[in-house]
């Protein structure tokens, strides 16, 4: 990890940190396409508007006509639900980082630095639900310096960040199509703890889920 510095967030480093989050983010979009065509409910639709236009047309054009828009108007919806989840990030935390992260008792922001740009970054605050972690957001690591070891110092940073402040563990949540998030943790020692698909009407037809992990701060003279 030659020349990557982790750094205190400035208030210049704004616009990078929001490209890199926007990216990453939009990564995910072929990926839950083709998760929601795994889904059996969206498959059996599929499936039933084929037959019933084969069955009345006696023409294989209007059916897979009709299927190809359905297919781009359900992959146009997965860019829309993950263009409204980007703008709701930026408005919200990303739009004041310094008020919401550095200014927070507990809570900070990080980024990593190659060469005088941002590649990186990642967050974390207290959890809510489980007032003796601290959560881990906003990991993101620019896909031109992937694979280098940042997203592992960055998960190491919040590590000991959680450590010096006292807390028990580190929280966090991604979800079922961010498999090489999954692997990353899962190397870096957190443990799998739940699984739970969003509440929302359209989340539970996408059977989107999302996995809590949890990695537990060893003190000084604990056992490995």
């Given at each position: 990890?030659?020349?990557?510095?982790?750094?205190?967030?400035?208030?210049?480093?704004?616009?990078?940190?929001?490209?890199?989050?926007?990216?990453?983010?939009?990564e995910?979009?072929?990926?839950s396409?083709?998760?929601?065509?795994?889904q059996?409910?969206?498959?059996?639709?599929?499936?039933?508007?084929?037959?019933?236009?084969?069955?009345?047309?006696?023409?294989?054009l209007?059916?897979?006509?009709?299927?190809?828009?359905?297919?781009?108007?359900?992959?146009?919806?997965?860019?829309?639900?993950?263009?409204?989840?980007?703008?709701?990030?930026?408005?919200?935390?990303?739009?004041?980082?310094?008020?919401?992260?550095?200014?927070?008792?507990?809570?900070?922001?990080?980024?990593?630095?190659?060469?005088?740009?941002?590649?990186?970054?990642?967050?974390?605050?207290?959890?809510e639900?489980?007032?003796e972690?601290?959560?881990?957001?906003?990991?993101?690591?620019?896909?031109?310096?992937?694979?280098?070891?940042?997203?592992?110092?960055?998960?190491?940073?919040?590590?000991?960040?959680?450590?010096?402040?006292g807390?028990?563990?580190?929280?966090?949540?991604?979800?079922?199509?961010?498999?090489d998030?999954?692997?990353?943790?899962?190397?870096?020692?957190?443990?799998?703890?739940?699984?739970?698909?969003?509440?929302?009407?359209?989340?539970?037809?996408m059977?989107?889920?999302?996995?809590?992990?949890?990695?537990?701060?060893?003190?000084?003279?604990?056992?490995?």
């Amino acid at each position: 990890m030659a020349n990557i510095q982790i750094r205190k967030y400035r208030d210049d480093d704004a616009e990078a940190v929001k490209e890199i989050f926007t990216l990453g983010m939009s990564e995910h979009v072929p990926s839950s396409f083709m998760h929601c065509l795994k889904q059996p409910l969206i498959q059996m639709v599929l499936m039933c508007v084929f037959c019933a236009l084969m069955t009345s047309s006696k023409s294989f054009l209007l059916p897979i006509l009709a299927i190809t828009l359905l297919l781009a108007g359900i992959q146009q919806f997965v860019v829309y639900t993950f263009n409204k989840y980007i703008e709701t990030s930026l408005r919200k935390d990303l739009n004041n980082i310094s008020e919401t992260y550095l200014k927070q008792k507990d809570s900070f922001f990080w980024v990593a630095e190659s060469e005088g740009g941002v590649v990186g970054m990642v967050a974390c605050l207290p959890n809510e639900n489980a007032p003796e972690c601290l959560e881990l957001k906003r990991m993101s690591v620019h896909r031109s310096h992937r694979g280098m070891g940042i997203a592992k110092a960055l998960c190491r940073t919040v590590a000991e960040f959680t450590r010096d402040r006292g807390y028990a563990a580190v929280i966090l949540y991604t979800s079922v199509v961010q498999s090489d998030a999954q692997k990353l943790y899962e190397h870096m020692g957190y443990e799998k703890i739940r699984e739970f698909v969003i509440p929302e009407f359209v989340a539970k037809i996408m059977n989107f889920t999302l996995f809590e992990y949890k990695f537990y701060i060893q003190r000084d003279g604990e056992n490995d």
